[in-house]
């Protein structure tokens, strides 16, 4: 399944990377005695690389963990469509969506679908594969140009009791038809790019560029050991021998607790590791492979590597979480784990679950998951959380869930402390009233949250309390990214210096992040900090200083590390080479470095894959006007128009493109309209109000901002356009109105305070 908000997206229930349990070491000791005497067949010689062995190699010695892996969510993620896999029902059902209908019968023991193809006539189509087992399960389709797709019809699992057993809609109350993004037959639906990394083992995407054409390969249909472990060639042939090398003949060691264990703390009532973590935990960033809500920026996934090395992990962006960090939309776990104290505490995922099995350590009761580490006299009694000792459970109140792909319940794994208090100021969701009829108002004064100042930001407020989230070693590393990415211009001396100290942060996504917010320092600050993080030790971070840094790239030093990080930004987008905003990306980067001929084939290229795409079409515009063809960014423009005449973006580029060819008149026509079109978008109403004060028409300029103002009170720029024009036309007091508010909200802006004195009468 997949949303509306651009970043990557997942179906079914995010799948759970394997991880090794916290008697790895002995469990594996344990299997070197049973090795050494399996089978008299001679044992292979040790590959050079390590290759996928399957997963059935692994049963001969790791019985328990293969048995529990059978059957399990990762053995099922992907199954062949037969009989004993397609649990929906292919009687002759039949399911009605928005009049439209859908059929689900059996032909020559074929599993057919008849649907609403890609132009909206009906067509059968035979169901290739099975897309996971519960609470839902979904259906792929195989099209000749080696796509796989995934159908928005699927079967809940559940019972009817609880009140499966039937179809349903992915999106049941909006209307996804033929040429919509999101229909089943577009690319936002396409197994290939979206799912397959996820649910099977060793994908290989074989994507040709130049016939639009997949030849997808794997090693297994589901996600088996090796998802996890890394190919085990050299395991097995170590195994075999009874020789083990230093690290096992794996590619990546699970283990994150060594030697040391959880120690309860009885004062606090809370474990404490016997030892200091030495190393970044492993099975986060491995489980985070598929448990993150991300995107792939590298051909090939590394084992044991941080996830910022191979993907671009989603901050705590709307509309993904709320502004506390609270799971909105479908994250998965990892960007909400990372937000735990746990996570900092060195809790890691096997401490809670069974990774193979993907059970909970302890039995179904998720308290008892908790007890692990919590004392129950201490954090299940009526002093700790107000009500009758069975009442409630600890996940009710510290892991609230949300439904997803509608009969999906996902925990948020946070494990955060209620504050029913940002519910009333930050409109944050209040686990409370999901039992009760709560009505929060304020009480105590809490400890500051950076939710207050992510709210603030996303509603005009300065940027003065992002500076501080951002310098506070004590807020997660994500949450400091994102305020990082909520800065906004023109920048204070204290943000410019919080970017500053960011770029040298011990966490890679608050150096990336740094580096995106970089891009409102001067060219020649940008050049100077930037410039080191061309080495650093993520690639994530590494791409982005290219991405930076490409408009300077005559300027560095063949030693800058910029041609190596260049590369690896190529390589990252062309990972990704079937979606029309990788060849985007290649073209933007191309045009900044002035490679004029590269740039317009990257962003040809993004449009024959997709010419509904409109930032491509814009970004392909605005670097045809900056090369100098203003009439071939119109046409452009114009040829997306007839594509799609109500895409508010496209009017609007194109009434900049008109204002700035001198064709003033025209370009305010295309202008308003695109305010007319997407209303709530303060930038386009802003520019209607810059175009007409332009032509002369100062009072229909003011007119339209005093309605923005009212609208987005907060806007920087709607608000010192209206004062100056006011100022412009005389109107002093009403000037030093809307300055006088400007001010309240940015105190600490040298610019705002010199326009507000000069409107002071002496």
């Given at each position: 399944m997949c949303d509306r908000s651009g970043t990557r997206f997942y179906f079914l229930s995010a799948l759970q990377a394997f991880v090794m349990h916290l008697r790895f070491r002995q469990l594996l000791l344990g299997s070197v005695l049973i090795l050494s005497a399996c089978g008299e067949t001679p044992p292979p010689p040790a590959a050079a690389e390590p290759v996928f062995v399957g997963s059935a190699e692994c049963n001969d010695c790791h019985v328990v963990q293969y048995s529990d892996w059978a059957n399990s969510h990762h053995d099922l993620a992907m199954q062949v469509a037969n009989a004993s896999t397609v649990l929906g029902d292919f009687e002759n059902a039949s399911f009605n969506y928005f009049d439209t209908e859908t059929e689900f019968l059996v032909r020559d023991e074929l599993f057919i679908v008849r649907t609403a193809n890609a132009v909206g006539e009906p067509e059968d189509f035979p169901i290739a594969y099975t897309f996971g087992v519960a609470p839902l399960q979904q259906y792929l389709v195989?099209?000749?140009?080696?796509?796989?797709?995934?159908?928005?019809?699927?079967?809940?699992?559940?019972?009817?009791?609880?009140?499966?057993?039937?179809?349903?809609?992915?999106?049941?109350?909006?209307?996804?038809?033929?040429?919509?993004?999101?229909?089943?037959?577009?690319?936002?639906?396409?197994?290939?790019?979206?799912?397959?990394?996820?649910?099977?083992?060793?994908?290989?995407?074989?994507?040709?560029?130049?016939?639009?054409?997949?030849?997808?390969?794997?090693?297994?249909?589901?996600?088996?050991?090796?998802?996890?472990?890394?190919?085990?060639?050299?395991?097995?042939?170590?195994?075999?021998?009874?020789?083990?090398?230093?690290?096992?003949?794996?590619?990546?060691?699970?283990?994150?607790?060594?030697?040391?264990?959880?120690?309860?703390?009885?004062?606090?009532?809370?474990?404490?590791?016997?030892?200091?973590?030495?190393?970044?935990?492993?099975?986060?960033?491995?489980?985070?492979?598929?448990?993150?809500?991300?995107?792939?920026?590298?051909?090939?996934?590394?084992?044991?590597?941080?996830?910022?090395?191979?993907?671009?992990?989603?901050?705590?962006?709307?509309?993904?979480?709320?502004?506390?960090?609270?799971?909105?939309?479908?994250?998965?776990?990892?960007?909400?784990?990372?937000?735990?104290?746990?996570?900092?505490?060195?809790?890691?995922?096997?401490?809670?679950?069974?990774?193979?099995?993907?059970?909970?350590?302890?039995?179904?009761?998720?308290?008892?998951?908790?007890?692990?580490?919590?004392?129950?006299?201490?954090?299940?009694?009526?002093?700790?959380?107000?009500?009758?000792?069975?009442?409630?459970?600890?996940?009710?109140?510290?892991?609230?869930?949300?439904?997803?792909?509608?009969?999906?319940?996902?925990?948020?794994?946070?494990?955060?402390?209620?504050?029913?208090?940002?519910?009333?100021?930050?409109?944050?969701?209040?686990?409370?009233?999901?039992?009760?009829?709560?009505?929060?108002?304020?009480?105590?004064?809490?400890?500051?949250?950076?939710?207050?100042?992510?709210?603030?930001?996303?509603?005009?407020?300065?940027?003065?309390?992002?500076?501080?989230?951002?310098?506070?070693?004590?807020?997660?590393?994500?949450?400091?990214?994102?305020?990082?990415?909520?800065?906004?211009?023109?920048?204070?001396?204290?943000?410019?210096?919080?970017?500053?100290?960011?770029?040298?942060?011990?966490?890679?996504?608050?150096?990336?992040?740094?580096?995106?917010?970089?891009?409102?320092?001067?060219?020649?600050?940008?050049?100077?900090?930037?410039?080191?993080?061309l080495k650093d030790s993520d690639r994530s971070v590494r791409i982005e200083a290219a991405s930076l840094l490409s408009p300077f790239s005559g300027d560095l030093p063949s030693t800058s590390g910029f041609a190596e990080a260049a590369e690896e930004f190529r390589a990252a987008q062309l990972a990704i080479a079937s979606r029309p905003e990788a060849h985007t990306s290649l073209g933007d980067f191309s045009a900044a470095m002035g490679d004029v001929d590269q740039a317009i084939d990257h962003y040809k290229t993004a449009l024959r894959i997709d010419p509904a795409d409109s930032m491509s079409r814009l970004n392909y515009a605005d670097a045809l006007r900056g090369f100098g063809d203003e009439r071939g960014a119109e046409l452009l423009l114009r040829d997306g128009l007839v594509l799609s005449a109500a895409n508010a973006e496209i009017r609007h580029s194109l009434g900049l493109l008109l204002v700035r060819s001198n064709r003033p008149v025209d370009g305010l026509a295309e202008l308003r309209e695109a305010a007319r079109l997407s209303p709530q978008n303060a930038r386009f109403v802003y520019v209607e109000g810059i175009a007409l004060n332009s032509l002369g028409q100062s009072d229909a300029a003011i007119e339209v901002l005093e309605d923005a103002h009212r609208r987005f009170g907060r806007d920087f720029d709607i608000a010192w356009a209206l004062a100056t024009m006011l100022r412009d036309r005389g109107d002093t007091a009403r000037a030093r109105e809307v300055v006088e508010m400007l001010a309240s909200h940015r105190p600490d802006d040298p610019n705002v305070a010199a326009l507000l004195e000069s409107l002071t009468v002496p």
């Open positions: 195989e099209f000749p140009d080696g796509r796989l797709q995934a159908l928005p019809f699927a079967w809940d699992t559940r019972s009817a009791n609880d009140g499966g057993k039937q179809w349903f809609h992915l999106y049941p109350d909006e209307y996804i038809g033929p040429g919509d993004a999101l229909h089943w037959t577009g690319r936002q639906q396409n197994w290939n790019y979206m799912c397959a990394e996820c649910h099977s083992t060793n994908y290989q995407v074989n994507y040709d560029l130049a016939t639009d054409h997949f030849e997808s390969t794997w090693s297994e249909i589901d996600v088996g050991c090796e998802a996890c472990h890394g190919p085990a060639s050299v395991h097995v042939a170590e195994a075999r021998t009874g020789e083990f090398s230093g690290d096992w003949g794996l590619s990546v060691d699970l283990d994150d607790h060594g030697r040391s264990v959880w120690q309860m703390n009885l004062q606090t009532g809370i474990a404490e590791r016997s030892e200091l973590a030495m190393r970044q935990s492993k099975q986060p960033e491995a489980c985070g492979r598929c448990h993150a809500r991300r995107g792939v920026i590298s051909p090939t996934y590394e084992y044991g590597k941080p996830l910022a090395e191979t993907h671009r992990v989603a901050l705590l962006d709307t509309p993904l979480y709320f502004d506390d960090g609270q799971i909105r939309n479908e994250v998965y776990v990892y960007g909400s784990f990372v937000q735990s104290r746990m996570y900092r505490a060195g809790v890691t995922c096997s401490d809670c679950h069974n990774p193979h099995s993907l059970e909970l350590v302890t039995g179904p009761e998720p308290s008892d998951v908790c007890t692990q580490c919590h004392l129950p006299d201490k954090f299940a009694s009526t002093e700790h959380h107000n009500h009758e000792p069975d009442d409630v459970a600890c996940v009710d109140c510290h892991m609230p869930s949300r439904d997803y792909m509608v009969v999906d319940p996902r925990r948020d794994h946070s494990f955060r402390v209620p504050r029913p208090e940002l519910s009333v100021s930050i409109d944050s969701p209040n686990v409370c009233a999901s039992c009760h009829d709560y009505d929060a108002r304020p009480g105590a004064v809490e400890s500051p949250h950076f939710g207050s100042a992510f709210n603030g930001a996303r509603n005009g407020i300065p940027s003065a309390p992002l500076a501080s989230v951002i310098g506070d070693g004590e807020v997660p590393g994500i949450a400091r990214a994102t305020a990082l990415r909520l800065l906004s211009g023109p920048l204070v001396s204290k943000d410019a210096a919080a970017i500053q100290l960011a770029l040298s942060d011990t966490d890679a996504l608050v150096r990336m992040a740094a580096l995106q917010s970089s891009r409102m320092l001067s060219p020649d600050t940008q050049l100077q900090l930037a410039a080191p993080l």
